[in-house]
């Protein structure tokens, strides 16, 4: 389920209460969300299965003993604490997506240092994502049962109102990059937790090609530090992000950001992609002059890529014309060429023999490549023109002259040798 932010974050609750007008994503007091619960079955060979259930709830900020402004559905209300996952949804006018999910401890039995805090806390974890991938904030809500169980599993009604506060929030505002070669990259991890001097663990890892390997580790506790590319002093601060050297095919893959704060871990997803845009040229100028039956190899390259996929096209149209351009058939294409810094290069030609009626057109290469927003054009325009008669006469008056130049210096040639000849008798 989505909603809207900014000047015009405006929404009706089915119930036809409340709305949230002209509100700033900071003051907002409720977001509609997706609760994605589950349940855990044993199937027909004792197997343990389990079923996702999408039901729509209600993510309400404000005080304890507050009612839910929506009856109808499940109320996640959120009670002030040091952390507020508002705080980090940045612009107006933006997309959002909720959703709720239940959160596992993995059988960790401890007391979260926090207001009212219990061995056995129920908690959910509540996702913000951004639709057009600006950030993702997972913000860790901790439920505290009236009676204190021994068990994290509770079951939730349709209309049940949870108290909840926020106790630990991880961000990210790179979700997904795309950056070209040998260039600077940080990846953007923050976090917050709601009390001071947490035991905590900060990790980035990298996972490509099926490998995952450790770039960087730092734990408060030993104060033990691995790897490089964080600060630490900044990670007290909450930030977490990493920089990144000079970039290159091995840069790329997916980057994990984790924090761990027992009994909580939370961790994002970061991928990284390189994208090299193609250098494009045409061996002839913006202009070709040929005159009729003659001939030239036209070619176009395309240089320094990244990814390896490309699509090069000719294609051809009267000059000045409204119609759609005419791809060209008779288009070859040289195998991809690796290069040394590890981009590609492909080259598309054809034969161009003009007739008269080719002359005017306008012939166009177009390179297609995902690191380019709009496809790279290079056009020439051909001029077709007929062989000059005067050219026949001058090269047929020249033959001609040059026969008659010998027919006459033939004869004199051989005169000459034969008086010389008699002179030697």
Same mark, same amino acid.
């Given at each position: 389920m989505f909603i809207v932010f900014g000047g015009l974050f405006l929404a009706v609750l089915a119930s036809g209460v409340g709305r949230c007008g002209s509100q700033s994503v900071h003051d907002v007091q409720w977001l509609p969300c997706q609760f994605v619960d589950e349940s855990i079955n044993t199937n027909a060979e004792g197997h343990k299965e389990t079923t996702y259930h999408h039901r729509n709830a209600?993510?309400?900020?404000? @005080?304890?003993?507050?009612?839910?402004i929506d009856q109808d559905v499940i109320t996640f209300l959120v009670v002030a604490s040091? @952390?507020?996952?508002?705080?980090?949804?940045?612009?107006? #006018?933006?997309?959002? *997506?909720?959703?709720?999910?239940?959160?596992?401890?993995?059988? /960790?039995?401890?007391?979260?240092p926090g207001l009212g805090a219990q061995e056995?806390?129920?908690?959910?974890?509540?996702?913000?994502?951004?639709t057009e991938g600006l950030f993702v904030i997972t913000t860790f809500l901790r439920h505290t049962p009236a009676q204190e169980g021994h068990h994290e599993w509770i079951q939730v009604a349709d209309r049940e109102l949870l108290t909840t506060s926020a106790a630990m929030v991880v961000?990210?505002?790179?979700?997904?990059?795309?950056?070209? =070669?040998?260039?600077? *990259?940080?990846?953007?991890?923050q976090f917050a937790v709601d009390h001071k001097q947490a035991s905590m663990t900060v990790e980035w890892r990298l996972q490509r090609r099926g490998?995952?390997?450790?770039?960087?580790?730092?734990?408060?506790?030993?104060?033990?530090?691995?790897?490089?590319?964080?600060?630490?002093?900044? /990670?007290?601060?909450?930030?977490?992000? =990493?920089?990144?050297?000079?970039?290159? *095919?091995?840069?790329?893959?997916?980057?994990?950001?984790?924090?761990? @704060?027992?009994p909580l871990?939370?961790?994002?997803? /970061?991928?990284?992609?390189?994208?090299?845009p193609p250098r494009v040229s045409v061996n002839v100028g913006s202009s070709l002059a040929l005159t009729l039956g003659g001939e030239q190899k036209?070619?176009?390259?395309?240089?320094?890529?990244?990814?390896?996929?490309?699509? /090069?096209?000719?294609?051809?149209?009267?000059?000045?014309?409204?119609?759609?351009?005419?791809?060209?058939?008779?288009?070859?294409?040289s195998s991809h060429r690796h290069n040394k810094d590890g981009t590609y290069s492909l080259s598309a030609f054809f034969l161009l023999q003009p007739v008269l009626e080719d002359s005017g057109y306008k012939y166009t290469c177009r390179v297609h490549h995902q690191a380019l927003r709009i496809p790279i054009r290079k056009s020439f325009t051909l001029t077709v023109s007929e062989q000059d008669s005067l050219w026949y006469v001058l090269v047929f #008056?020249?033959?001609?002259?040059?026969?008659?130049?010998?027919?006459?210096?033939?004869? *004199?040639?051989?005169?000459?040798?034969?008086?010389s000849a008699r002179k030697a008798f």
């Open positions: 209600l993510l309400q900020f404000g @005080v304890l003993g507050d009612r839910p040091k @952390v507020d996952m508002r705080r980090y949804v940045e612009g107006g #006018g933006d997309t959002l *997506q909720c959703e709720i999910r239940r959160y596992s401890t993995g059988g /960790i039995v401890m007391r979260w056995h806390d129920i908690w959910f974890t509540c996702t913000l994502t951004h961000v990210t505002r790179t979700p997904s990059v795309a950056v070209g =070669l040998m260039m600077g *990259q940080t990846l953007h991890c490998e995952r390997t450790k770039i960087f580790s730092y734990s408060s506790r030993s104060g033990k530090t691995e790897g490089s590319g964080v600060s630490i002093k900044a /990670i007290g601060a909450g930030n977490a992000s =990493l920089k990144l050297p000079l970039t290159s *095919q091995a840069s790329e893959g997916t980057y994990v950001c984790s924090v761990h @704060v027992p871990y939370g961790s994002h997803d /970061i991928t990284l992609n390189i994208h090299e036209v070619v176009c390259d395309a240089e320094g890529y990244y990814p390896l996929d490309v699509n /090069i096209e000719w294609v051809r149209e009267p000059s000045g014309s409204s119609f759609l351009p005419e791809v060209l058939k008779n288009v070859l294409y #008056g020249f033959i001609i002259t040059m026969i008659g130049l010998l027919l006459w210096l033939v004869p *004199q040639y051989l005169r000459a040798k034969k008086q």
